[in-house]
């Protein structure tokens, strides 16, 4: 257990909607990241906050939104779903010292 | 831009031989790099990282990674395979302020 906390599980929902997939970090971890999982991309780096702030931008597209919140936890906001964004969405947490990104369970989620 | 990249899409080896899963890095400066492993439906898990020092360094679970500047290589090494150990491996190396680029995956399985 990486102490990285994601919910839902799995999230099936149709074209068009949109979703909130929800990310707790590691106690004392200021950074979270964002990664999209898919079989034609890969694993994917979409955005980073550290302490609230957005410190870094990847392929992340205009539909997609994120933000950390004082308590540290993020949301990742995904909106107009298209079918293509059927992926597995991690969140990572990292502190300033140890570099390594702890990565959570994941979101699966299931666009139909 | 920084890149890894594994040329291995599958590596299968017998219990009890050893492994080895390939990755080479393309990076301008110094390599901050990284192997992770991922379990079927689980999350992606920490193994070890290169950023400075002895180029062997040891990981979890008796693995450990070769970091050899000459020829760009961060190969991932264990002396004896169990096949607990099949799963999916990803080499990454850090990206501006600590976003991880990860390479395509090898997937090992262990043969019993």
């Known amino acids: 257990d990486s102490g990285v906390t994601q919910t839902p599980k799995h999230l099936i929902t149709a074209t068009g909607q949109r979703v909130t997939l929800r990310c707790s970090p590691r106690s004392g971890d200021l950074s979270v990241y964002w990664y999209q999982q898919s079989l034609d991309q890969g694993l994917q780096f979409l955005i980073q906050y550290y302490n609230g702030e957005e410190r870094a931008k990847g392929n992340i597209l205009e539909r997609f939104s994120a933000q950390q919140f004082p308590d540290l936890h993020s949301e990742l906001n995904l909106s107009s779903l298209e079918l293509g964004d059927s992926a597995l969405y991690f969140c990572a947490s990292s502190n300033r010292g140890s570099r390594e990104q702890y990565f959570g369970p994941g979101t699966r989620l299931t666009v139909t | 831009a920084q890149s890894v990249a594994q040329p291995e899409d599958q590596v299968n080896v017998a219990e009890g031989n050893p492994l080895t899963v390939k990755c080479t890095y393309s990076v301008s400066g110094n390599p901050y790099l990284f192997w992770y492993v991922q379990y079927p439906n689980r999350g992606l898990q920490f193994l070890l990282k290169y950023i400075t020092g002895d180029n062997l360094v040891k990981g979890s679970y008796g693995f450990e990674a070769e970091f050899n500047k000459s020829q760009t290589s961060f190969h991932l090494k264990k002396p004896s395979a169990l096949v607990s150990d099949s799963a999916l491996y990803f080499c990454?190396?850090?990206?501006?302020?600590?976003?991880?680029?990860f390479g395509t995956g090898t997937r090992l399985q262990v043969f019993p």
């Open positions: 990454a190396v850090r990206e501006g302020t600590d976003k991880l680029i």
